[in-house]
């Protein structure tokens, strides 16, 4: 008999151990790899250039990343469209519309920076090559100018199209005039000194000023200077009107000239509706009524356009009387500033008083203008400064007639006549005050009032052992709330207060002559 003991067995792993085990294997591997390479010599090849990517690549990257999703978004949504229109189509017995592409907008900053990711946007050769691809876009405008538009990239195109659309003057107009605009400009270069425009000549061209100022000369007398992105000529162009006064550049300036002929193909045609628009909304006001056309186009082709945002300033107290405005869209709130003195006294000593005396100016609302009215006459006619404020209710578009040009085509009478039929009616300090008082006094004698009556016991309603306990317990409720409306009535009062000054003064009684 074999006296040997048998073979132990070796104890059976977990699946936990053995992940364990896997994992401190690996960690080991890569102690010695890293060991290996940091020890290995580094073997510097001078031939061979920086393997590192320029930030250009990245932005191009991007672009097309960018424009991928889009095309992708645009066909799925046309794809879900044409989907319920073969639906319908199905059941109509008529042949769906074939699937058509949607054109893709263009990538700008602001939406490519949606798609970069962040280590890319801290690494300083991507944001320089950003701004220079930005700088590179307008300092290249004057050059793409240079080349025919039939030999223009659609990226030029582009960049011309968007610069236009910065601008004042093309506010509001269809893309493709825009597109048919930057298509026709050319460029043009004056030294400072020289006339970009000569009075008395015909007109024959809009000019855009690029780069530089110029000042509008009359009789040696500067009415107007023009910067950066202005539009000149325009209104004779219009007319087919000599040139009413010299253009003179005040400094080196690059000029886009919109020849005549394109001027009326591309863009007369979008003013001739505005016109058109402004001469209907004039008929809608009774002062006008009775006007010829010809003279209402003639004040129409004076108006200028301003667009109003919400809660903007129109014009302020003090502020010069230039303009009359007509309300187009929206609605533009007129405001007063009323000045009320309060005095409160009471005895001293038997030969003193004390008076406090509180000087306080309200801003109070005296009326809203609305579409096809109009406010700003009041002080055009006395020739003095604004006595109210103005404020766009909401979004607000407002034609504006200018000071000179409403004396010059308003007589005496018919200046009298459209104050008289003013939409807003200025009334007297005397009248305000009057009104400001009688309303804080109503208000504070009928809340008085009111509460006086309701408050009965009010405190100790708790331990009273009448009949009406429940009924007046019902009250709390509304009473809470009326002192609350109260509360909030107040704070808003209190917001109209625009200035406010008091001061105590002592007062002696004078004795009377025996």
Not at 53 to 75: M, R
Request: hydrophobic share 35%.
């Amino acid at each position: 008999m074999n006296n040997e003991s048998p073979p132990r067995l070796s104890k059976p792993i977990t699946p936990a151990e053995r992940n364990i085990r896997i994992q401190i294997e690996k960690t080991r591997a890569t102690e010695i790899r890293l060991i290996r390479e940091i020890s290995r010599p580094k073997i510097l090849i001078e031939t061979f250039p920086d393997t590192t990517k320029p930030g250009q690549f990245y932005v191009d990257k991007a672009k097309l990343k960018y424009q991928s999703i889009q095309e992708s978004h645009s066909t799925r949504s046309i794809s879900r469209k044409n989907s319920k229109s073969i639906l319908y189509a199905s059941r109509s017995r008529v042949s769906p519309t074939p699937l058509i592409k949607a054109p893709i907008k263009p990538p700008n900053t602001l939406q490519l920076s949606e798609f970069i990711p962040e280590w890319l946007l801290s690494r300083p050769d991507f944001t320089d090559a950003v701004k220079a691809m930005e700088i590179s876009e307008k300092q290249r405008l004057a050059q793409i100018l240079d080349v025919p538009y039939l030999n223009r990239s659609e990226n030029d195109k582009k960049i011309i199209n968007s610069y236009l659309e910065s601008l004042t003057f093309f506010i509001g107009f269809p893309g493709s005039v825009i597109k048919e605009t930057g298509n026709r400009l050319i460029k043009q270069c004056f030294c400072k000194g020289e006339k970009i425009i000569v009075r008395g000549i015909e007109a024959d061209c809009l000019c855009i000023i690029y780069k530089g100022t110029a000042d509008v000369v009359v009789d040696n007398m500067v009415l107007a200077t023009k910067n950066e992105g202005d539009v000149v000529g325009e209104i004779t162009l219009d007319y087919r009107m000599p040139r009413s006064a010299d253009v003179i550049a005040t400094s080196d300036c690059i000029i886009f000239k919109l020849m005549r002929d394109d001027y009326e193909t591309a863009i007369l045609n979008i003013k001739r509706k505005e016109k058109q628009k402004s001469l209907e909304m004039l008929k809608f006001i009774t002062f006008f009524k009775d006007w010829s056309n010809m003279k209402l186009m003639r004040i129409c082709t004076l108006l200028n356009c301003r667009n109003f945002k919400k809660d903007a300033v129109i014009y302020e107290r003090n502020d010069p009387s230039a303009c009359l405005y007509f309300v187009q869209e929206g609605s533009v709130d007129i405001f007063a500033y009323v000045p009320l003195e309060k005095y409160n006294k009471w005895p001293v000593s038997s030969c003193q008083w004390l008076v406090h005396q509180v000087n306080r100016e309200y801003l109070i609302k005296i009326g809203t203008v609305t579409k096809c009215q109009y406010f700003g006459e009041y002080e055009l006619k006395t020739n003095s400064p604004r006595v109210m404020k103005a404020v766009a209710h909401k979004n607000s578009v407002c034609l504006i007639l200018n000071k000179e040009h409403f004396l010059e085509n308003f007589n005496e009478s018919e200046i009298e006549e459209l104050v008289q039929e003013g939409f807003i009616r200025m009334p007297t300090l005397k009248e305000l005050q009057e009104k400001m008082n009688s309303h804080l006094d109503s208000r504070t004698s009928s809340e008085n009032a009111l509460l006086d009556a309701l408050k009965v016991n009010y405190v100790n309603l708790q331990g009273r052992e009448d009949v009406l306990d429940p009924q007046i317990k019902k009250l709390n409720p509304w009473l809470n709330g009326f002192r609350k409306r109260k509360a909030e009535s107040l704070e808003s009062l209190k917001n109209k207060i625009v200035f406010q000054n008091s001061r105590s003064i002592n007062i002696g009684q004078i004795k009377k002559k025996k």
